[in-house]
């Protein structure tokens, strides 16, 4: 395999808009596949250059940010957890509850007992978004 | 003494454009659209009707700003959506969110309680993001947000 080619601006806005895609319908039964499709990319290719640009593959991206909807959710509604998950976007209950501790580091009903403890915390909920939605090493 | 902000900067990929979204589907003032001399730069403002004093300028990235390699890694930034430019207020999260739905504008993120305010987030045509928000006169202290 040679040195890939730098994406070019083209290529970032169709990736954005994938990425976008996953930023407003995390609800809906989206998974790669479909974004790749919606985005008019084959599912390798897509992984492959999504990756490059954004750091993350956006498998990962999307459950990311299903989870960061659930720890909203979690705060603030009156649901159980199983609402929630299904909510979310995720099928199975169990995959759901690993990988929200993975990400957060406390089961969802740790994080929701901790979460009507303590106080407000007044972050812009934009900054959380660009926060949530930037790079991360793991 | 700084008294305040005056004019700030947008970047965009094209200014044509630039103004069509800005005055046309968010529905701001046109403040200047003056070019200086020929195939000089155009400089290119808007603002809010009723902040007479903050204008944002509409620049395309390029020479004599940047160097080409800058403007490159500029738009390449504008273009992969990683750029937030402003916050923008409102009276009316919801109201202005339908209608600029309407409009065509591109929303990430449907009107949302925080504790600030009802907020919003939207997209211009070449990627910077910005927050619309409806501030509360005192914070939302019914729900722990951390």
Known sequence: MGTPQPLDVAQLRRLRLAKDIMDRDWAQPLDVDAVAARAGYSRYHFIRCFREAYGETPGRYLSRRRIERAQDLLRSANLTVTEICMMVGFSSLGSFCTRFKQQVGMTPAQFRARARRDGPAPIPGCFVLLWAGGFRKD | ?146
């Open chain 2, 1 to 146: 003494m700084i008294t305040g902000v005056g004019v700030t900067t947008v970047w965009v990929l094209d200014q044509d454009r630039a103004k069509e979204f800005f005055v046309g589907k968010l529905g701001m003032e046109l403040r200047d659209d003056v070019t200086m001399g020929e195939g000089g730069m155009r400089w290119l403002t808007v603002g809010a009707k009723d902040q007479p004093d903050l204008m944002l300028t509409l620049m395309v990235p390029g020479p004599p700003a940047q160097d080409p390699e800058s403007a490159e890694q500029l738009k390449a930034l504008l273009a992969k959506g990683v750029l937030g430019a402003a916050v923008f207020t409102t009276t009316d999260c919801e109201g202005d969110y339908r209608e600029l739905k309407e409009r065509g504008v591109t929303f990430l993120q449907e009107p949302q309680r925080r504790p600030y305010g009802v907020e919003a987030i939207f997209r211009d045509d070449f990627g910077n993001w910005y927050s619309l928000t409806q501030r509360f006169a005192e914070p939302d202290e019914s729900t722990a947000w951390n």
